[in-house]
């Protein structure tokens, strides 16, 4: 189907439902909570539709399914702080994929420092807001639980494109 | 390069395990930077007198033109030994280690302060 | 180079975290002399300097209450409430607006807890203070203090707001705002303190906690109060409560009492007895009105278990923890929003 993807009005089209599908990702893990007591450890599901646009069409449509589900998301289940803590997390991780992806990681190793990142530009949110530094105890974990869910994103991520297109730009 | 962005390559390794160390060097040191050092403030009519380490057992024995307080620090708590004040209530105040717990002495404007470096779980404010 | 990457990006990452500082620094204090106890003030500020002003400010105001609520003490340059006491059945003495505003409320205590808490019941406080003070292993008698409580009636206390005078009709009777002053007082303070001087304080008037804004000044978190283990032989730390712009007041028999033939007597006299209290060792109170706080707590310590619960049962916002003289502790039923 991608292959055929061509113009920008199709490429809006599968970015529109990149973005439903991110939210819906997004959704279906707050309804399956994985609790370990720490706040921030998740699979982070929603990644995987950003990192297919970013793969498929480029930065220019991935960074829309990036903002639009954070606010969506953000609106329907949120408050103003976990806004801010999306936000940046999101930002700097996808940021940090980007760079990733042009430097020639694979696929699983752009997941992984998205999702590493994404924890830290987390963190880093919750220490300024509370204002407290206590916050560092969470740092190894966020970091080995980005690390892990990063990899199960990325692998997942690259059998979907390899499956629903046999060329990527 | 498209193509083999499925395939895992050394630098992949190499961001993996850099992430490995950082969050081991992380978990090693952060035990050892936020080591609790608490001790107790003695102030004696707002001035700084002292600070003591709680894990040090001894007495301290303050003097000054409104009295006398002996203060005693054992086992990691403190308590006031003596006080030569009318109603000693200082002195049957039960021994404190909590951080910001504290032992005051009215009439001789004496106080015993609990501190610590972290402040997470410090009380601010005392009741009874 | 580009192998380099990962490391710098690493690098990157913590740096992310080294970003968080406050601007606002934790002060606390220790302020004596006023109210018969210690003061103890621990606020968010921006600088040494500020905090200093701050606290000057909190204390001159703290010295103005306590200098015109002062029964033991004439205050420079105005009447007070020594005053009052020393023209009982003399003459209305002209008196500040805040002493109108005291003995208002304490007239309202007095019709809220059925005469329990009774600010004209001096005459039988002085009493107790004496035998205590002079803690001489005796007890006043019985028709000491009868004769003396015949000295109490409310009515007698005569405000007249239009030309804030106060008058002690019974030449007798004598003013005691001890179960109220406290938390008055406080409450005035902090409504100034938390418009003027700070957002964020914990500020505990001799266990008379107020607290607004919240700890670290983050918006969200609360403060902790140590909550003092009424068995003074104790080693445990007894309870610790979270609040934010609550009170926290707590009565106890542990810190003003003396000991006659082995037995507990305690500063808190039950108006209906003449006695002391002593069917708890203390009784601590969270509310949002300190002034309330401070009433209820002094009220609960009177009243017996069943009564107090269903004294906060029946009152909005009021959470009461009780703990006996053998150290047994009841909460009322929202009191585990609170402990820690």
């Known amino acids: ?32 909570p994985l609790s370990v007591g720490i706040p921030g450890v998740k699979l982070g599901l929603a990644n995987i539709p950003v990192m297919i646009t970013l793969y498929m069409f480029g930065t220019v449509y991935a960074i829309p399914v990036l903002i639009v589900r954070i606010v969506l998301a953000a609106a329907t289940f949120g408050n103003a702080s976990s806004f801010v803590f999306s936000l940046t997390g999101g ?31 987390q963190l880093a949110a919750a220490a300024i807001v509370t204002g407290t530094n206590g916050l560092i105890y969470y740092l190894p974990v966020l970091l080995i639980s980005g690390l892990v869910a990063g990899a199960i994103n990325g692998m997942l991520t690259g059998a979907i494109i390899s499956r629903i297109s046999t060329k990527t730009n | 390069m498209s193509g083999n962005i499925l395939k895992f390559k050394k630098k992949d390794i190499i961001l993996a395990a850099a992430v490995i160390a950082v969050a081991t060097l992380c978990a090693v040191l952060t035990p050892l930077l936020s080591r609790k050092g608490e001790f107790a403030v003695i102030t004696v009519s707002g001035q700084e007198y002292g600070r003591y380490d709680l894990n040090e057992n001894r007495t301290i024995t303050v003097t000054t033109d409104l009295g006398t307080n002996e203060v005693t ?18 002195a049957r105040h039960r021994p404190v280690s909590s951080d910001g717990e504290s032992i005051i002495c009215v009439p001789h404007e004496l106080v015993i302060t609990i501190a610590s470096n972290s402040d997470e779980g410090e009380v601010d404010a005392v009741t009874g | ?54 606290v000057e400010e909190f204390e001159s105001l703290l010295r103005e ?11 420079e340059g105005t009447n007070n409430l020594k005053t009052v006491n020393d023209n009982a059945g003399i003459a209305p003495v ?19 807890t059925g005469g329990k808490v009774n600010i004209c019941f001096g ?80 500020i505990s008037f001799g266990g008379n906690v107020i607290t607004f804004g919240n700890k670290k000044a983050d918006g969200h978190s609360r403060w902790n109060i140590l909550v003092e283990n009424p068995d003074l032989l104790s080693d445990e730390e007894f309870l610790t409560l979270e609040a934010a712009d609550n009170s926290i007041v707590t009565s106890g028999d542990y810190q003003r009492f003396y000991i006659v033939d082995g037995q507990k007597y305690c500063h808190i006299i039950d108006p209906e007895t003449l006695y002391p209290a002593s069917e708890f060792s203390s009784v601590t109170v969270i509310c949002d009105d300190s002034a309330m706080a401070d009433l209820l707590s002094t009220w609960l310590f009177i009243e017996d278990q069943e009564t107090g619960m269903e004294i906060v049962d029946g009152m909005d916002g009021v959470e009461a923890i009780w703990t006996d003289s053998g150290y047994n502790v009841t909460m009322s039923s929202g009191s585990s929003y609170y402990v820690r």
């Open chain 2, 73 to 90: 620090i054992e086992d990691g708590k403190v308590y006031v030994s003596y006080a030569d004040c009318p109603q000693e209530i200082c």
């Open chain 3, 123 to 202: 005459a039988v406080l002085k009493i107790w203070h004496e035998y205590r003070e002079e803690d001489a292993n005796r007890l006043p008698s019985y028709d000491e203090l009868c004769e003396a409580s015949a000295h109490t009636n409310i009515e007698d206390l005569i405000i007249d707001e239009a030309s804030s005078t106060v008058f002690l009709q019974d030449p007798l009777m004598r003013l005691d705002v001890g179960a109220i002053a406290k938390g008055f007082a406080g409450k005035s303070i902090c409504d100034y303190a938390s418009s003027n001087l700070w957002h964020d304080a914990a």
């Open chain 3, 1 to 54: 180079m580009r192998k380099n990457v990962s490391i710098i990006l690493s690098v990157i990452m913590l740096l992310d975290l080294c970003s968080c500082s406050a601007s606002l620094k934790r002060y606390t204090r220790v302020i004596t002399g006023y109210f018969d106890t210690a003061t103890t003030v621990t606020a968010y500020d921006v600088s040494d300097e500020a905090f200093e002003e701050h």
């Open chain 3, 65 to 75: 209450y306590d200098s015109l609520y002062s029964i033991y003490d004439d205050a």
């Open chain 1, 1 to 32: 189907m991608p292959s055929r993807v061509k113009t920008p009005t199709e490429k809006l089209a599968v970015t529109s439902m990149m973005i439903a599908l991110s939210f819906a990702f997004g959704f279906l893990e707050n309804l399956i």
């Open chain 3, 94 to 112: 002209e008196v500040d607006q805040r002493i109108i505003d005291l003995l208002l409320w304490g007239k309202q205590c007095h019709s809220i």
């Open chain 1, 91 to 121: 930002i700097l991780s996808f940021i940090v994929m980007c760079i990733l992806k042009r430097t020639g990681f694979s696929i699983t190793g752009v997941s992984m420092g998205g999702a590493v990142t994404h924890n830290m530009g």
